[in-house]
């Protein structure tokens, strides 16, 4: 990317690749400020306001509408038809599970939840018998200041 990318034209380009990734973090964080009071004075239009509050009683007439329907039954009426999604989930009873299938099969598919296990023994009890993954979940440059300068 071009240093001109983001707002840096004419400054000079330094070699120090944590220096220039510090220093677009602090250029973009200028950038979401500035987007940010821009988005609010957007947001506080007069015009802006009534067109949100025209949408939100459309979508409340929409939610009563539906909700009338559903309880009196109504699933079709000439061309339009109530649609309603749903998605089923499947839980496994583990009591069930272990009785049809044994422990031996139950241990080598069993998953056991870190907050249920602290809550039946406490936490740290176990720790022993955790095994440990860790994952990156994003990199930053942080500024440190050199020894003896105050």
Do not use: W
């Given at each position: 990317?071009?240093?001109?990318?983001c707002g840096?034209?004419?400054?000079?380009?330094?070699?120090n690749?944590?220096?220039?990734?510090f220093?677009?973090?602090?250029?973009?964080?200028?950038?979401?400020?500035?987007?940010?009071t821009?988005?609010?004075?957007?947001?506080?239009?007069?015009?802006?306001?009534?067109?949100k509050?025209?949408?939100?009683?459309?979508?409340?007439?929409?939610?009563?509408a539906?909700?009338k329907?559903?309880a009196?039954?109504?699933?079709?009426?000439?061309?339009?038809?109530?649609?309603?999604?749903?998605r089923?989930?499947?839980?496994?009873?583990?009591?069930?599970f272990?009785?049809?299938?044994?422990?031996?099969?139950?241990?080598?598919?069993?998953?056991?939840a870190?907050?249920?296990?602290?809550?039946?023994?406490?936490?740290?009890?176990?720790?022993?018998?955790?095994e440990?993954?860790?994952?990156?979940?994003?990199?930053?440059?942080?500024?440190?200041?050199?020894?003896?300068?105050?």
């Amino acid at each position: 990317m071009d240093p001109a990318e983001c707002g840096r034209a004419g400054l000079p380009s330094s070699d120090n690749l944590l220096e220039r990734a510090f220093m677009a973090r602090i250029r973009a964080d200028e950038h979401r400020a500035e987007l940010a009071t821009l988005q609010k004075e957007f947001d506080e239009r007069p015009d802006v306001l009534d067109l949100k509050r025209r949408i939100e009683r459309c979508e409340e007439e929409r939610r009563q509408a539906i909700a009338k329907a559903r309880a009196e039954g109504i699933s079709k009426q000439g061309s339009f038809l109530l649609k309603i999604r749903t998605r089923k989930t499947r839980t496994v009873i583990p009591e069930r599970f272990f009785a049809r299938f044994g422990a031996e099969t139950f241990v080598a598919c069993s998953t056991v939840a870190i907050g249920k296990a602290e809550a039946a023994v406490g936490k740290g009890t176990f720790d022993d018998c955790c095994e440990v993954e860790v994952k990156e979940l994003g990199v930053t440059v942080e500024y440190e200041r050199p020894e003896g300068s105050e």
